[in-house]
């Protein structure tokens, strides 16, 4: 079965910790995106990655880091930095970025900062 | 800048017809793409409008007009079931959701 696998559906974590969300896709796409969804903001774009090792910043970027070193796989760290991780986190891939091509999502990771 | 405008909630009956409008302006257009989210789940595809017009897919239908920069969704013979968020977006960005709400 293809598709995008996020772990875990729930994390919890202390302030001041960084923490890895991890996405992983089996569809063979080149893009892949993660997204931030808080209540009434619909999805914002954290980062996006077009190919193998190059990544962009989305509209939030500033307290997320990234990394693409295999085109299945594009991990998300929160970090410390991150005023106010808590959130459900989506990440989504597409055969490429842009030209018309839909947006697959995973699950989803809830992830709560106390 | 970017926006993608939506209204926020909606209510409608079982069996009614519902129409969910976006307005959009973007600095770039790859096609409108309507997207339905269950509470707590992913969201997932809809439909896909790149040139002027009506598609219709089943009880889902969507329309675009570029040089508006408008877009509906139209539901319809509304289901209990259909009771979600209904997400705008010119990839990669999307609007802030329309919450339908399907009452019997």
């Known amino acids: 079965d293809g598709g995008i696998t996020q772990s875990p559906k729930y994390l919890f974590r202390k302030e001041g910790q960084n923490v890895t969300l991890s996405c992983e896709q089996n569809l063979n796409h080149d893009a892949m995106y993660w997204y931030r969804q808080d209540p009434g903001q619909g999805l914002r774009l954290i980062y996006y990655s077009q190919i193998v090792n190059d990544f962009q910043k989305g509209d939030i970027a500033e307290g997320y880091s990234v990394s693409r070193e295999k085109k299945e796989s594009f991990p998300l760290t929160v970090t410390s930095a991150q005023k106010n991780p808590t959130a459900f986190y989506l990440c989504a891939s597409s055969i490429v970025a842009g030209e018309g091509y839909e947006q697959y999502f995973g699950p989803g990771t809830r992830l709560t900062v106390t | ?104």
């Open chain 2, 1 to 104: 800048g970017q926006n993608i405008d939506q209204p926020t909630e909606m209510t409608a009956t079982e069996g009614a017809i519902v129409q969910i409008n976006c307005t959009y302006q973007t600095s770039g257009f790859n096609g409108l793409f309507w997207y339905q989210q269950h509470a707590g789940e992913a969201p997932t595809f809809l439909s896909y409008n790149v040139l002027d017009g009506l598609e219709e897919k089943g009880r889902f239908s969507s329309f675009l007009s570029r040089s508006k920069g408008y877009s509906y969704l139209l539901l319809k013979e509304l289901q209990m079931k259909d009771s979600a968020s209904y997400l705008c977006a010119v990839l990669p960005i999307f609007g802030k959701g329309t919450t339908l709400s399907v009452s019997s």
